[in-house]
């Protein structure tokens, strides 16, 4: 029996859908899963890794902690910490991961949105945000630098640039 030589030794629990295995409709579960069969439908093993076999063909959309890829996969993919494409990988679909790495010779045909970390990254103020008593001006006043609250100088003079019209000072 295959099994995957990249596992994390701290986990046991290993779920196998072997090469001759066939499911149509949803796939779900709370350990981690090693497919090598076909599955059409949708895969949710959040929190758990996903591990597509070189036997192994997907038409559906995963969510997962993380997800391997050496088969082939048609559908979209949403892994929480990363998705790894292998040398044999067949991708078709929208990736969201924060992680991603994709092996010389995999093939993959979609786009890759990498998400950051809540917790590391404090969120990018929006331009609609900006303050309307900030008048647009080339060197913003020294009140209106500090008096934006969680804002800074830079931001507001980012705002304030970003708010002037051409050929007005």
Do not use: C, H, W
């Amino acid at each position: 029996m295959d099994t995957p030589k990249t596992l994390d030794s701290a986990r046991t629990d290993l779920a196998n859908i072997g090469k001759s295995v066939v499911i149509k409709g949803e796939l779900s579960g709370s350990e981690d899963l090693y497919l090598d069969g076909q599955v059409e439908g949708s895969i949710e093993m959040a929190g758990n890794r996903l591990t597509i076999g070189p036997n192994g063909k997907v038409k559906a959309n995963v969510t997962a902690r993380s997800a391997v890829v050496q088969g082939r996969l048609e559908g979209n993919v949403r892994a929480s910490d990363r998705v790894d494409l292998k040398q044999s990988a067949i991708v078709l679909g929208d990736i969201a991961t924060q992680r991603i790495s994709i092996e010389e010779g995999a093939y993959f045909k979609g786009g890759v949105d990498i998400q950051r970390e809540a917790s590391k990254t404090p969120p990018k103020p929006e331009i609609s945000q900006a303050r309307p008593d900030v008048k647009a001006d080339a060197r913003p006043s020294a009140a209106a630098a500090t008096s934006t609250g969680s804002g800074s100088s830079v931001t507001t003079s980012n705002a304030t640039s970003l708010t002037r019209e051409p050929g007005k000072v």
